[in-house]
Structure formats: structure tokens, C-alpha cells
């Protein structure tokens, strides 16, 4: 992975679950960028830091012997926007 959406783990439960947390700061350039004025995190990068803690997730399951890929989001909803100062905790259950 060349940018990782995470900060760190405060949950792994092999196989099972895990939970991951990113904290949101001003040193962010993507903060920025996205909508200049208006520091927010892109939905897109929100997405992908949930799609990075399930893939590792799936691929210490797996003892990384393959690459994860995640390859669809039928469909995603956001209720606010994610701000320099907040932190996001991403959530993934094996079943």
C-alpha cells in the first residue's frame, strides 16, 4: 500500500474482527485539497481506510499468502462530513 488510511489497531481479534481509528489533522494536504476552504476528508479515502482495515483483516486470516482485494461498494451513505479534529473508527466482522 503505498498511503495507509489507518492509524492504528485498538482492536484484532485474528480472523474475527477488527477495529482501526484515524485521527483527522490540519497536517493533512488531502484535507486541503478536496474542497479548498473547507478542510474535509474525501469520502473516497473514508471508504478506503475501512477497506484497508478489512483487508488486513482478511489477509493475516489468510497468512498474506494472496493479495486482498476489495472489489465492490454497492452502496455507501455518509451522514456528515468528516473534519481536521475528528476521529474515525472503522469496524469489520468476519462472518
Not at 492509524?7 to 479548498?36: M, V, W, Y
Not at 493475516?60 to 474515525?88: H, M, N, S, T, W
Request: with cysteine.
Amino acid at each position: 500500500m503505498r498511503w495507509i488510511w489507518i492509524d492504528k489497531f485498538l482492536e484484532f481479534r485474528s480472523g474475527q474482527f477488527a477495529r482501526a481509528i484515524k485521527n483527522l489533522t490540519l497536517a493533512e494536504e488531502h484535507l486541503h485539497d478536496h474542497l479548498p476552504g473547507y478542510p474535509v476528508m474525501p469520502a473516497s479515502l473514508i471508504i478506503e481506510g475501512l477497506a484497508q482495515t478489512g483487508g488486513i483483516l482478511v489477509g493475516e486470516a489468510g497468512g498474506f499468502a494472496e493479495k486482498v482485494v476489495l472489489a465492490k461498494i454497492p452502496r455507501a451513505e455518509f451522514y456528515g462530513v468528516a473534519c481536521a479534529g475528528d476521529q474515525l473508527i472503522y469496524e469489520v466482522t468476519l462472518t
